[in-house]
């Protein structure tokens, strides 16, 4: 079995990404080093203490948990280099072959900060976008939800 893989998950806690996290947290594919919150489902500060309640809740109090900015993008801003330091960015974003959560052509996370969406997919790092779509066919069944 290979290493698991490191990743920093950078959320905005609502119950889907809280349902993220603790999938996140039970793969033995990855190793979770630490979360970073941002605003959107709510604002930063809910987020963190969201973040931080969350890992209470699975007994992974030893994560570290940064808060992040309220506004969108400022690691690149600071640093544009920043991206070449990420290995990967994986994102729920974009809506192919579906209609879209805001409008029949738009997914929420795009259509909400369609700059900050631009600055992502034309970055250095590499970017995996899964489309709103697959939240349409991705079926969990009673297994992996009954361990969390």
Do not use: W
């Amino acid at each position: 079995m290979a290493e698991p893989k490191k990743i920093i998950i950078d959320t905005d806690p609502g119950i889907d990404d809280a349902m993220a996290i603790f999938l996140a947290l039970r793969s033995p594919e990855v190793n979770v080093i630490g979360l970073t919150t941002i605003y959107g489902n709510v604002y930063t500060t809910l987020a963190t203490r969201n973040a931080l309640h969350l890992l209470e809740v699975a007994g992974r109090t030893y994560i570290p948990v940064a808060e992040g900015s309220h506004v969108s993008y400022v690691a690149i801003e600071l640093d544009p280099a920043f991206t070449k330091n990420i290995g990967q960015i994986v994102l729920l974003g974009g809506v192919f072959l579906v209609n879209g959560n805001v409008n029949p052509a738009s997914e929420a996370n795009i259509y909400g900060d369609p700059e900050a969406a631009d600055i992502v997919f034309t970055c250095e790092a590499d970017v995996l976008a899964i489309g709103l779509n697959v939240t349409h066919q991705v079926i969990l069944t009673c297994n992996p939800f009954c361990m969390l």
